[in-house]
């Protein structure tokens, strides 16, 4: 089973750039597809950005054109690029497969976006 790690969260400007980092660890990682979430206070968690094993990658419509989605499959690792911030998004980010499992959330990493 996957385990993951978030990390590259921070307090960051609107307009400002951050670049998420999740590491996965245990064994076939390379075989799912992995997707970038949040969750703002008082919200449910959302899926924004998406990447298969291969092809197209696919974003939440409030955040395409700004935020970008990678994988590394040889250090199990998808990154999440996220340019031209506001403060609605603002929310702690997590990495799962997707569709997600349950037992797979990690902690999270905090990201506001604030003047």
């Known amino acids: 089973q996957v385990q993951v790690e978030e990390s590259g969260g921070g307090l960051v400007q609107p307009g400002g750039s951050l670049r998420l980092s999740c590491a996965a660890s245990g064994s076939g990682f390379k075989f799912f597809a992995m997707g970038w979430y949040r969750q703002a206070p008082g919200k449910q968690r959302e899926l924004v950005a998406r990447i298969p094993t291969s092809g197209r990658t696919n974003y939440a419509d409030s955040v395409k054109g700004r935020f970008t989605i990678s994988r590394d499959s040889a250090k199990n690792t998808v990154y999440l690029q996220m340019n031209s911030l506001k403060p609605e998004d603002t929310a702690v980010y997590y990495c799962?497969?997707?569709?997600?499992?349950?037992?797979?959330w990690g902690q999270g990493t905090q990201v506001t976006v604030s003047s």
């Open positions: 799962n497969t997707d569709p997600a499992v349950p037992t797979m």
